[in-house]
């Protein structure tokens, strides 16, 4: 059982920056892929980013790469999500996920355990 909590969003204009974090419960942190997720109003969950268990692989949505970074802290049981050159359109409720094994998935069903989300919206 995997207990996450999200931190980190908050209001902020077109073209700036926030840090995401999750930190999870329980001392198996690193036998967990993680991923990012996020949902807009109306509009179905969508993947963001996902790391592999030891952080050596890492994946991206198209329409995020080259802005977004996922990062994890093993010893913090903490995974990031760095976002930078934020638009409008990269407002929604972010989720952090895990699943057990090494790689994580796009796919939202092949995780079980979300946190609670954390809104993240961007101003015009």
């Known amino acids: 059982q995997v207990q996450l909590v999200e931190s980190g969003g908050g209001l902020v204009q077109t073209g700036g920056s926030l840090r995401l974090s999750c930190t999870a419960s329980g001392r198996t942190f690193s036998s967990y892929a993680m991923g990012w997720f996020r949902q807009a109003p109306g509009q179905e969950r969508e993947f963001v980013a996902t790391?592999?268990?030891?952080?050596?692989?890492?994946y991206y949505a198209d329409s995020v790469k080259g802005r977004f970074t996922i990062s994890r802290d093993n010893g913090k049981n903490t995974v990031y999500l760095q976002m930078n050159t934020l638009k409008p359109e990269d407002t929604a409720v972010y989720y952090c996920?895990?699943?057990?094994?090494?790689?994580?998935?796009?796919?939202?069903?092949?995780?079980?355990?979300w946190g609670q989300g954390t809104q993240v919206t961007v101003s015009s």
């Open positions: 996920a895990a699943a057990s094994g090494r790689f994580g998935d796009l796919t939202a069903s092949t995780y079980p355990y």
């Open positions: 790391i592999s268990w030891r952080g050596e692989s890492t």
